[in-house]
């Protein structure tokens, strides 16, 4: 069983940061890549970051220059720094693993439960 547990979420004011992680945990033999979605109410869930598993990072545009992803494989986390935060960037942050579990011959795709960041003007 494979459990993806995001943390960090909270209410930060505007120019504010805060640090999401996303945490693997079960019988993981290895994660291809791992993307960041967030869903605002009423909208429909976006692309927000992805990072593979050489490092190769993705951003949306809207986050460019101010989000950054990373990832610790030896912990099974990746983390979204997100800094001067704005107030469109409220939305619940979900992050998606696609992962080899052990003894399993072919990757499958894993979503979190999602994290609330609520930034205030």
């Known amino acids: 069983q494979v459990q993806l547990v995001e943390s960090g979420g909270g209410l930060v004011q505007a120019g504010g940061s805060l640090r999401l992680s996303c945490a693997a945990s079960?019988?993981?033999?290895?994660?291809?890549?791992v993307h960041w979605y967030r869903q605002a109410p009423g909208k429909e869930r976006d692309f927000v970051a992805a990072i593979t598993r050489f490092g190769s990072t993705t951003y949306a545009d809207s986050v460019k220059g101010r989000f950054t992803i990373s990832r610790d494989n030896a912990k099974n986390t990746v983390y979204l720094q997100m800094n001067s935060l704005k107030p469109e960037d409220t939305a619940v942050y979900y992050c998606?693993?696609?992962?080899?579990?052990?003894?399993?011959?072919?990757?499958?795709?894993?979503w979190g439960q999602g994290t609330q960041v609520t930034v205030s003007s």
């Open positions: 998606n693993a696609d992962l080899f579990r052990v003894g399993s011959p072919g990757s499958r795709s894993y």
């Open positions: 079960g019988s993981i033999f290895s994660i291809n890549f």
